[in-house]
């Protein structure tokens, strides 16, 4: 496999090596699996990574925040500084049309300045939406624009 795509570490080594050094740069990737999988986790985990390494990130969670911010905690305890210090910003958004979801991201990605945006859990926004391929559509268009 040839690396064609400039790549983002997600800080998780052996995930990194087997990706050929990371995800593709402005690339949508989705992460699945059962409740308790470690997607929170990883997620957060590729924030932390990129705000060490200078890249401001959004962690969209549509679960309460303050519940987020004590479980990562566990893993990171220095999490709260780089909220406070504006490398992570942690927001949970009103879902009530995807428009203004994504309004709403690409505002925060724009204040912040982020590189790096997580949504969790992802599964959530399917529940709000009848219709599957506005969804994918709509990610699809915040992709795009970030």
Known sequence: ??????????????????VEGGIPEKSFSLLTGP??????????NFL????????NGIYVAFENVE??????????????DLINQ?????????????????????????RTKSARLVIDPVSIIETYFTEPFKVRKNFLKLVNSA
Do not use: C
Not at 11 to 18: E, K, P, V
Not at 38 to 44: A, N, R
Not at 92 to 98: A, E, K, M
């Open 67 to 80: 519940e987020t911010v004590r479980d990562m905690k566990l893993f990171w305890p220095f999490i709260e």
């Open 35 to 44: 409740a308790g999988a470690g997607k929170s986790i990883f997620g957060m």
């Open 86 to 110: 504006r490398k992570i910003t942690i927001f949970q958004p009103d879902l009530y049309n995807f428009d203004a979801l994504l309004t709403a991201i690409e505002d925060s990605i724009e």
């Open 48 to 55: 932390v990574h990129g705000a060490l390494k200078g890249d």
């Open 1 to 18: 496999m040839s690396n064609e795509f400039r790549r983002v570490q997600t800080g998780i080594a052996g995930f990194d090596q087997l």
